[in-house]
């Protein structure tokens, strides 16, 4: 039994299969941090300036709508080939880690904050009248009615994001991006080994159920009873 075991899994390298794991750790908590830092601001802004609320900004609503439709909607596999200058400029090279979280970032963040935007308009206007009426500042209103009652929402956005930026970083590794993405290609595919790519697809499998149950908790813990 444990010899025909062995023969199953005899491509497996577990040492290149952790550095792999930790690649793709480190690529999606760098860009899912980069994402929400710029997708949260870009979210708010978007449901700020959107009709009817409080900072009403037409032309620029359509404005930053048009910019998020656009990267939305464009592949992320063509986002990596097309970024790779500016990737190379900004981090100096287009491979590894270093390489993959630039693309990473600007791929998922319009999607983040579209998912923001989603969040803050479910929430009751009713609180923002409210809070208007007690003399509080629009800024006062976004920072302590707006978002803790959306809270959940954005959250729950955070969950789904991170799950895209697993997918995400699976396929930057047709451009050499490293992490268990890259292995299943160079590996799993190329070289038609089926064990390295079942192993590489359970992993990323396993991460993406731990990222759903921590993020349903955590909904489920801020959310109002």
């Known amino acids: 039994m444990d010899a025909s075991f062995a023969s199953l899994i005899q491509n497996i390298d577990w040492y290149e299969i952790w550095l792999a794991t930790l690649d793709t750790l480190m690529m999606l908590g760098g860009s899912l941090l980069f ?3 710029l997708g949260l601001p870009l979210g708010v802004l978007l449901f700020l300036t959107s009709p009817r609320q409080l900072f009403e900004q037409r032309g620029l ?3 930053l709508s048009l910019v998020v439709n656009v990267l939305r909607s464009l592949p992320f596999i063509i986002l990596l080939i097309v970024m790779i200058p500016f990737t190379v400029l900004l981090t100096g090279t287009s491979l590894g880690v270093a390489g993959a979280i630039p693309p990473l970032v600007v791929g998922a963040t319009p999607f983040f904050a579209r998912l923001v935007e989603t969040a803050l308009r ?6 923002i009248e409210a809070t208007q009426a007690m003399g509080a500042t629009p800024w ?3 920072l302590n009615a707006l978002l803790p009652e959306a809270r ?3 959250l729950a956005a955070t969950t789904v994001t991170a799950i895209t930026l697993v997918s995400y970083t699976a396929m930057a590794g047709v451009v050499g991006a490293g992490g268990l993405g890259d ?6 595919y190329q070289r038609f080994q089926t064990d390295v790519m079942v192993v590489t697809v359970v992993l990323l499998l396993v ?3 731990v990222l759903q149950t921590l993020g349903d908790r955590l909904v489920v813990h801020f959310s109002r009873k």
């Open 140 to 142: 006062q209103i976004v």
């Open 35 to 37: 994402t929400v830092l």
């Open 207 to 209: 991460l993406v159920q």
């Open 61 to 63: 609503y359509a404005l």
């Open 152 to 154: 959940p929402g954005i």
């Open 122 to 127: 479910e929430v009751d206007r009713g609180i």
């Open 183 to 188: 292995l299943a290609i160079r590996f799993g």
